[in-house]
């Protein structure tokens, strides 16, 4: 069964007429949040509740002409696809081969490399302010089986980077100013700052070791990874799930799907396609958000566990190869799966149907439009938009939760044999980096005050204290009150 969340046809909540009415009164309500909050009422099924099993897939061809995989021709007609989000692509194998590239060090510094002063940090840099007119031809990282049908960064996108994609670089749209409003680290911090902060925390810890000075863990004992820190954090795991979100979520809901700006996201134009392209703004607009939540273009057929698996499925097509831009699940979409695939949980959840269908079902009724939209038709997208946002935040949210309870398992484990701070470091920057992105959506259901609350439960890193468990289990509650998680879901993701 698949949740239809059409605003023509929903059924058993309000009368088709009363609900278009409903939205046009919300929508020129001030209150951005209360009216995406009843949205959303609307739209979903409450968190937690049982919903069909998804192990076939999630999507079938609709006779309402929506398709079961994220195909839609141009109003060209010229038979092209017009769906285009390469460059969304593009950073989610710069996050990854970024991922890569500091998982090695240890390995090359063992095998002999010194690095300079400030040569880690470079090599980092290469990732985040990528330079498409010097690396172009050099091959990424990403590796596949069957092979990568793009071979080099040039064959995927040009002129991408992460750092101008950053939450606070790209200011147009944010709902809030990140050079001032950035939460849940030190005061004054940015989320540039954070992230270089990082790239210079490693580059220091790389000449120590290459000089035999290495940190230890609580025991004294050397620890087991150069961006590992004394005091429980795993830099590879903090930079890229911070990445995922300060990049990928804060772009996707913040901006391409946000509707408060004339000209940008939702209210982009829509009459005539972009010159030299073949699609118009807002079909844009919507596709890169698809792209940045990091779904396959026929994600609705996978199973969990295919979405799970390394986000590459076996079958492929007649090439023979993978297709980075239309073949791989990245990100927060592979998350999703993994949460949904929880067998222990009370009440089952289906993230990834919930953000497929939304996303499917929005960019089919863009492409049912010939025109730009009316504000009662932006209200009528804006459905499909929460249902994709929440979904997507939900996503993040338990599976910060999941760390949380990996991480309290470490603190129970402590001054045992069972106990590893490789693990209680990973378990808690895994579980502060997506903690860390849930600011980055205007829409959130968790409140401000909340959100300090949680990372001042969090810290900065980790303790094996009492007190700290403690602060763990509020957290865990926190959050499964602000997203309507099921408690016997929380204690078991």
């Given at each position: 069964?698949?949740?239809?969340i059409?605003?023509a046809?929903?059924?058993?909540y ?26 959303l009422?609307l739209a ?9 099993d ?7 061809d ?11 021709p ?6 092209s696809?017009?769906?285009?989000h390469?460059g ?5 194998v ?5 991922k890569s ?5 240890t ?12 040569e880690?940090?470079a090599e ?13 031809d050099?091959p990424?990282?990403?590796?596949t ?5 793009q ?6 996108a040009?002129?991408k980077?992460?750092?101008?994609k ?5 200011a147009?749209?944010q709902?809030v100013d990140?050079?001032?409003?950035f939460?849940?680290?030190?005061p ?6 954070l992230?270089?902060?990082w ?6 810890q ?13 025991a ?5 990874a150069?961006?590992i820190?004394?005091?429980?954090t795993?830099?590879q ?9 300060a990049?990928?979520f804060?772009?996707g809901?913040?901006?391409?799907l ?9 209210r982009?134009?829509h009459?005539a396609?972009?010159d030299?392209k073949?699609?118009?703004a ?10 940045y939540?990091?779904m ?7 199973t969990?566990?295919e979405?799970?698996?390394?986000g ?22 592979q998350?999703?799966?993994?949460r ?7 009440a089952?959840?289906d ?7 939304a996303f499917?079902?929005?960019r ?13 038709e ?5 459905v ?5 946002v ?7 949210a338990?599976t ?13 484990a402590?001054?045992?044999?069972e ?21 980055f959506?205007g829409?959130s ?10 990372h001042?439960?969090l ?5 094996t ?7 763990l289990?509020?957290a865990?509650?926190l959050?499964?009150a602000?997203y309507?998680f ?6 078991v993701?």
């Amino acid at each position: 069964m698949t949740v239809r969340i059409d605003p023509a046809q929903i059924v058993g909540y309000v009368p088709v007429l009363k609900l278009r009415t409903i939205l046009i009164i919300i929508w020129n309500r001030p209150m951005r949040l209360e009216r995406s909050l009843l949205l959303l009422a609307l739209a979903l099924p409450l968190a937690g509740c049982p919903v069909a099993d998804d192990d076939d897939s999630v999507a079938n061809d609709d006779d309402d002409g929506v398709p079961s995989t994220y195909s839609f021709p141009s109003r060209l007609g010229d038979g092209s696809d017009s769906v285009s989000h390469s460059g969304q692509t593009f950073r989610h194998v710069l996050i990854a081969d970024m991922k890569s590239r500091i998982g090695g060090m240890t390995d090359r510094i063992d095998a002999g490399w010194f690095p300079s002063e400030g040569e880690v940090t470079a090599e980092l840099d290469f990732y985040f302010s990528f330079d498409g007119d010097s690396s172009s031809d050099i091959p990424h990282g990403v590796v596949t089986d069957p092979a990568p049908l793009q071979v080099t960064y040039g064959d995927i996108a040009s002129g991408k980077d992460l750092v101008g994609k950053l939450a606070g670089n790209d200011a147009t749209g944010q709902h809030v100013d990140w050079s001032t409003e950035f939460k849940g680290w030190t005061p004054g911090a940015t989320p540039e700052s954070l992230v270089r902060g990082w790239f210079d925390r490693i580059d220091e810890q790389a000449i120590d070791w290459s000089n035999g000075t290495y940190p230890t863990d609580l025991a004294g004992a050397p620890l087991g990874a150069v961006f590992i820190t004394e005091e429980g954090t795993d830099l590879q795991q903090l930079l890229q799930k911070f990445l995922l979100g300060a990049v990928a979520f804060s772009q996707g809901a913040d901006d391409y799907l946000d509707d408060d700006i004339d000209g940008k996201g939702l209210r982009s134009n829509h009459d005539a396609v972009e010159d030299g392209k073949n699609y118009t703004a807002l079909e844009h607009a919507w596709d890169e958000a698809f792209g940045y939540f990091g779904m396959s273009r026929d994600y609705g057929l996978w199973t969990d566990d295919e979405i799970a698996n390394e986000g590459v499925r076996d079958s492929v097509n007649a090439d023979g190869a993978i297709d980075l831009l239309s073949e791989v699940t990245w990100g927060h979409a592979q998350n999703a799966a993994k949460r949904d695939r929880c067998a222990d949980c009370a009440a089952p959840t289906d993230f990834t149907r919930q953000a497929w269908d939304a996303f499917v079902h929005g960019r089919a009724y863009i492409a049912s439009k010939d025109a730009s939209l009316t504000d009662a038709e932006i209200a009528e997208l804006v459905v499909f938009r929460d249902a994709a946002v929440a979904a997507w935040e939900k996503a993040i949210a338990a599976t910060a939760v999941h760390y949380i309870n990996d991480l309290t398992a470490d603190v129970d484990a402590f001054d045992t044999a069972e106990f590893s701070f490789a693990d209680y470091a990973k378990h808690f920057s895994e579980l502060k980096g997506f903690a860390l992105s849930l600011q980055f959506n205007g829409l959130s259901p968790l409140s401000d005050a909340d959100f300090v609350e949680l990372h001042e439960l969090l810290g900065n890193a980790p303790d094996t204290t009492a007190d700290y468990r403690a602060d763990l289990v509020a957290a865990r509650t926190l959050i499964g009150a602000a997203y309507g998680f099921e408690d016997g879901n929380v204690v078991v993701w």
